[in-house]
């Protein structure tokens, strides 16, 4: 066994995982996981992945990438002669880039003038229309006097509608208010707790939507009652520390959480304390959510 590998391993007993339960974290299969700790790299794809492995799994067991390559320099691959067909394929790009915005430059100028023209000829158009249009012919006075009372007739009648209308909406905006303060307040309730396992019943929401925030590094698996998942990986403050997924149309949120102690739970952006505090001994937790959606 190599240094850089006894000293990944030793984390990775430290942080309590198996070879499995790192596989599901890092999704290195676990062939490769034994390569890094025994310094066993000519059963890797190539050098690249060799470093790509190794950092994730660094990542996973709360070792610092950075310090590791520093430290292990003289161990682990390098990978310059890997990224020489990523830097020629980056050259050709700007090249074959640099020729299209050459041809945009030289239509440029036609379809500048092309709108020029138009916005000339519109301007034209709508001057002469309004110069050319005359008023209408005044009536005799007779006539005038019939449209005016016709006028005040039918302000007096938008009046009486109005005012008409305005006793319902008073009565309407009253039952609003009434409804909206017979509205029950959600209710996020502890309804089980064994060992790592808690169970909570969600009640008087409308939605369910549920956000799990990272203040550090932690591992997440959130599947529905049968078992469709829908994100498992690592979440990692400043980089990917947000997961929202909505349950609105499900019964039933499963979770895991690897890192309680480095993770925040909400619901409908309400947070939700874990009824177990983590600990040592408590680190991942096993979490049901059950949705009552009331008369649905």
């Not at 990523?86 to 880039?97: A, G």
């Amino acid at each position: 066994m190599s240094e850089l590998g006894n000293r990944l391993k030793e984390a990775r007993l430290a942080k309590g995982f198996s070879l499995e339960e790192l596989q599901e974290v890092t999704k290195i299969q676990i062939r490769y996981l034994v390569g890094i700790e025994e310094g066993n790299y000519s059963m890797m794809p190539g050098k690249f992945y060799t470093r790509a492995f190794i950092k994730q799994y660094a990542e996973a067991v709360d070792l610092s990438p950075e310090e590791i390559f520093e430290e292990f320099k003289g161990e682990v691959p390098s990978s310059i002669n890997d990224e020489i067909p990523e830097q020629l394929s980056r050259v050709t790009s700007r090249k074959t880039m640099a020729a299209g915005s050459s041809k945009i430059l030289d239509i440029l100028p036609t379809i500048l003038i092309s709108i020029l023209v138009i916005g000339v000829i519109f301007l034209v158009w709508y001057f002469v229309k309004g110069n050319s249009s005359t008023p209408p012919p005044k009536g005799n006075k007779s006539n005038d006097a019939v449209y005016e009372e016709s006028d005040k007739l039918k302000e007096a009648e938008k009046e009486k509608k109005t005012d008409t209308n305005n006793e319902p909406n008073k009565d309407a905006k009253e039952e609003t208010a009434v409804e909206e303060e017979e509205t029950p307040k959600q209710e996020v309730a502890v309804v089980k707790t064994e060992g790592r396992n808690t169970e909570y019943e969600l009640k008087n929401a409308e939605k369910f939507q549920l956000k799990i925030v990272s203040t550090g590094t932690t591992w997440v698996d959130i599947k529905n009652g049968k078992g469709y998942s829908f994100f498992q990986g690592i979440l990692k403050k400043g980089e990917t520390e947000t997961k929202s997924v909505d349950f609105s149309k499900e019964t039933e949120a499963v979770i895991v959480v690897g890192n309680s102690s480095e993770t925040e739970m909400y619901v409908n952006d309400e947070k939700v304390e874990f009824a177990v505090p983590p600990s040592p001994t408590t680190v991942r937790q096993d979490i049901t959510i059950r949705y009552d959606k009331g008369n649905e």
